[in-house]
Structures are given as structure tokens and as C-alpha cells.
């Protein structure tokens, strides 16, 4: 099965092993060179943004809710006090948070 783009979603990026070795495998299975990472925790620690430093990783969007020891020009940070805000809101007042899940808008329209 060809795989034109890709996006890998991870809860927390520590290292950037497993997201180093899910690209790979990805562009072996003939995933276009273009691919996104998305975040909830970006830790980055160690080594991070070398083993992360594949030519094929065009951007990785983390939360704001870590802030990383270093920077890389890739990463763009999404902010995620509105997104809560709006979910305690909809919880306090009996509304729906399935409702908010189809609200999230792009990626790019929240980077900072």
C-alpha cells in the first residue's frame, strides 16, 4: 500500500526515537518526503532534535504545555489554553466535549 504524506501523532516526544523510526519505516513504505509530527508534550530532551533531524520531517507542532530546553526552526507551538478553557466551560455547563472535537481547527491556524 502506497502512503503518499504522512502525519505521526504521539501523546509525548521524549527522545524522537519512535518518531525517528515510524519516519523511516513510513518513507520505505513510499511515504512522500514530506512528513508532519504532532505532538501533545514535546519534551525534546537529550539528543532529541538530532535523532529528529531527517530532512523528510517538514514540521513538528507541540503544546505549549512543555517548554523545550532548545529550539528548532521546524517546531511550531500550539496553544492549548483556549482548548481548555472551552472544555471546562462546556463541562460546568452541561455542554458537549464531543462537540468541541469537531471544533478544533488546522494545525497551522493555532501555531504561534
Known amino acids: 500500500m502506497r502512503c503518499d ?3 505521526g501523532f504521539l501523546s509525548r516526544l521524549s527522545t524522537g526515537g519512535t518518531i525517528a523510526r515510524a519516519v523511516e519505516a513510513q518513507l520505505e ?22 535523532t529528529l533531524s ?5 514540521e513538528i ?7 523545550p530546553a532548545r529550539w528548532d526552526r521546524r517546531l ?14 462546556r463541562l460546568l455547563g452541561g455542554g458537549s466535549l464531543s462537540e ?3 471544533e478544533v481547527p488546522d494545525l497551522h491556524k493555532l501555531a504561534l
Open 29 to 50: 513504505a513510499g511515504a512522500r518526503p514530506e512528513i508532519v509530527v504532532a505532538v501533545t508534550h514535546g519534551l525534546f530532551v537529550g539528543e532529541a532534535w538530532v
Open 54 to 58: 531527517h530532512p523528510a520531517i517538514r
Open 100 to 102: 468541541l472535537y469537531q
Open 76 to 89: 511550531k507551538t500550539v496553544g492549548i489554553a483556549p482548548l481548555i478553557a472551552a472544555a471546562v466551560r
Open 61 to 67: 507542532f507541540a503544546t505549549d504545555s512543555v517548554v
Open 5 to 7: 504524506a504522512w502525519t
